[in-house]
């Protein structure tokens, strides 16, 4: 499972669409706006959190399903249950570089001292966008899935709140998400409802992959 991972995770680092989208723009974004406070950093954290994890996992699988590669794989001592685990193993992975150079950008512009926590925070915080992801991915197939999965992120982001101002559905798991990184970099106590929130997503989108997963 470990080598089938890695090369997963090699796999993702070399497409230049999640370069560019998923690493990059928060940078980007980060850079041109971050003066503007220390809530900037932590909703550019989120946003690189929330999208790698949808799509650093969703879109492989979509693509591997298109292209026949599951049924390959099937023939090979690689177990179903390892190749899930790796999955979603895969999409946190790929969710650290763009939080991570975010932060550490924060760090240096905005003086974050706690750049760590929010590292943590939002990287632990994104396994259910994972979930989320591997479920579309196993739902659709080629390009329908990264559609499918950019409209689900484009409506995380606005109705959660880290984009285009306050949350509009305050259930939203980047909402949630956000609530966290924002009290992680200004030192507020992380709440509860938050964390159950989140839990309850990842909880409901793992129950929705097991589901897929045994039907498929």
């Known amino acids: 499972m470990l080598a089938y991972t890695k090369f997963e995770v090699l796999r993702t680092m070399h497409n230049i669409r999640y370069l560019v989208f998923l690493v990059l723009m928060p940078v980007v974004f980060e850079l041109i706006w971050g003066k503007q406070g220390q809530g900037v950093t932590a909703a550019m954290a989120v946003y690189a959190a929330t999208g790698a994890g949808l799509l650093g996992s969703g879109n492989t699988i979509a693509e591997d399903r298109n292209t026949g590669w599951l049924r390959q794989l099937r023939v090979t001592p690689l177990s179903d249950k390892a190749w899930l685990t790796g999955k979603i193993v895969q999409g946190i992975i790929t969710v650290i570089p763009g939080v991570l ?20 925070v939002t990287v632990v915080g994104s396994l259910p966008f994972v979930l989320i ?73 793992a129950v929705a992959v097991l589901l897929r997963w045994r039907r498929a």
Do not use: C
Not at 101 to 120: C, E, F, K, M, N
């Open 101 to 120: 150079l975010v932060s550490v950008i924060g760090a240096y512009t905005q003086h974050i001292d706690r750049w760590p926590l929010l590292v943590a």
């Open 133 to 205: 992801g591997v479920f579309a991915g196993m739902l659709f197939k080629g390009k329908t899935a990264t559609v499918a999965l950019m409209l689900v992120f484009f409506a995380l982001m606005f109705t959660g709140g880290v984009i285009g101002g306050d949350a509009i559905w305050a259930l939203a798991p980047t909402n949630s998400l956000m609530t966290l990184g924002m009290g992680t970099v200004m030192s507020r106590p992380i709440g509860a409802e938050a964390l159950l929130n989140l839990g309850a997503w990842t909880i409901a989108a």
